[in-house]
């Protein structure tokens, strides 16, 4: 089973569902965020872990799909509170219609990810309702704690990781944990499926800090550079911050109100190589991309039934994208 | 059983029940919110439609919080689209924080709502989530579609009844609705209940609207006169516009940008009254109304089980808060 058949079951799903019609300020936001497309890595994540002990995954496909659609509830709104023009390219909901239908029609989105998960066929569903409700409680609160960054002067490592993690991990990791819930797996191994996502998901958080300086113009998804120019608190950014002494260069472009963005990328680039960051970087996403892969290494299922999210981890090790 | 029983254990859970700790600025708007009071009209019908078939009514306290929640919710996002700067006499979320906890903290009332609801025992859970979620998008559109009426020239009374059906009515049923099926009542019963509540909150937001223009002062929970300042379409306004000529004073009145507020108010009032468009709004909502105490009347239980629930129709019908 290759990760294109699950990929090409759930677009095919997202084509079909209709998330209703009138008023049309309501629901075409909807549909227009989900057709800016996206990798789908949750939903993938979702049925990847169903299909590891069960092999009727379609059944698995409208809960999936919850985890896509909530996540890209989140997008709707926090794209009004970081005020972004542009969401893959494109102009984001409050920009091409206004902000009053990106609050509103990001609200009927969480009640529309709420209504595809359910129809989860599991028994265990007030569980997974209950563990879903969670994840996005958590989710919510970590892009609170990322505001919060941004008024404050230094923020410890540990503390960054935690703010990632519920941001970001915490639904790769319920991703995962859903999947076996749905495929009716006990607390042991869900729980077990929860961790590898997690771990996974700071790695993956940790790549795109890199990507952001280091990364391919033409391959990355965003623009290379643009945390630099926001002076936005990136592990990087936190440690060569706290590597430097405070009258330092780096000091220096963190405050500079007006500055050329490419030269200020460029000279911030040129510190962080100096510092090493980027060797401290790849090891701590490093760490936490093994600490998947041996959780994965130790699921006990068939190896051959495993071999697709192993795949799907070293595909979000290796990415440039 | 008093109504006030019932209100006094919601308050009680209201105060006992714990949203989430940290971040401060995610859960201390929430506990704000529903502490500025408000008439627990909701969770109060849940409870009462629930009393009408069984006795252990404290069993549906945390499902009834969830509609509370709910409800709180929508004005914490409302407030913010309608720029409203108070809430019950005190600073909206938006001001006393800002935007983005606004609609955050609102995001996180919306997840809170329905862990609330997953606290439901009934059988038929799946049944009552899927009504929920439905109900939740109607309320959704009604705000919209308000929200579209002020940049509209006209808007029949047709328009404007499905307008507060969605944005206020279709909740109202739903909770006495969720009371019947939390008791596990047959669908012909919950239909019956849900259209008991829908006719009494279109009753109940046609007293609002008349309440706006001839309420007193001293006991109206809103601004006397307020629709009227803002050119807010009310049915007293549709009507009242509908039966003027282009020319008339009333559509003067309406083009105005600059005036005295007590003057518009005045004036207005004394046009609406010439018409006779108190006696007609008055006719729309006992029409509405009747039909809710009808709907009471035909409920198969006995009569002393109802009573509540009539005394409390009577008193939204006699209103003058």
Known sequence: MSLDKYLAALQHELNEYSYGNEPKELYEPITYLMNLGGKRLRPALVLMAYHLFKDDWQSALKPAMAIEVFHNFTLMHDD??????????????????????????????????????????????????????????????????????????????EEYITMIKLKTSVLLGFSLELGG??????????????????????????????????????????????????????????????????????????????????????????????????????????AYFVKGFDGIAKLNVPVERKATLKAFADYLFDRDW
């Open 181 to 286: 819930r749905l495929a009716e797996q006990p607390e042991g191994v869900v729980n077990h499926l929860y961790d590898i996502g997690v771990n996974l998901g700071i790695g993956f958080q940790l790549k795109d800090d890199i990507l952001d300086v280091y990364g391919d113009p033409e391959k990355f998804g965003k623009q290379v550079g643009g945390d630099i120019i926001e002076n936005k608190k990136t592990w990087l950014m936190l440690k060569a911050l706290e590597m430097s002494e405070p009258d330092s260069e780096l000091h220096r472009w963190v405050a500079k109100e007006s500055f050329d963005p490419e030269e200020k990328v460029k000279a911030v680039r040129a510190i962080f190589t100096d510092l090493g960051i980027k060797e401290l970087a790849e090891q701590a996403m490093t």
């Open 80 to 157: 009004i509170m970081d005020e972004a023009p542009l969401r893959r390219g494109q102009p984001t909901v409050h920009i091409k219609w206004n902000r009053d239908v990106a609050i509103l029609s990001g609200d009927v989105m969480l009640v529309a990810a709420y209504d595809l998960l359910a129809e989860a066929e599991a028994g265990n569903f007030k569980k997974i309702f209950k563990r879903f409700n969670r994840t996005a409680a958590e989710v919510c609160e970590g892009q609170q704690i990322d505001m919060n960054f941004e008024e404050r002067g230094s923020v410890s490592e």
